[in-house]
């Protein structure tokens, strides 16, 4: 039961995710938003059970945390890049609808965003 509401209080954080899931819903693309909170389930599932496989003992070897957390930490830089760009691409006007109603994309980057920190949904 102390899992259940610890999950509940982490899943219901307000994070980078989140925002970006509930922007591209609110411009429209409902597909491509269900296909962001497909990746964030389907990551949240993947560290519930590398968790219950006993996974978390990997990360007290010192050097393993550490590249992870860069990897992470770059992987986010990455992805505030490109919506950074993102953002300047819209404002110019040379944003192209294919780019925003795409399922495969948004799941691609509810995926890795999400895998790159276990916190930023």
Known sequence: MVGFGAGAFVAAQVGPVTLLLVRTVLRGAVLPGLALASAVA???????????????????????RIVL?????????????????????????????DEVLRAWPAFRTGFVATVSNPLTV
Do not use: C, M, N, Q
């Open 42 to 64: 389907l990551v949240d599932l993947l560290y519930a059970a590398a968790g219950l496989a006993g996974a978390s003992a990997l990360l007290t070897i010192e050097p393993l």
């Open 69 to 97: 957390g860069v990897a992470g930490a770059l992987v986010l830089v990455a992805i505030g890049a490109r919506t950074l760009w993102s953002a300047h691409r819209l404002r110019l006007g040379a944003e192209v609808p």
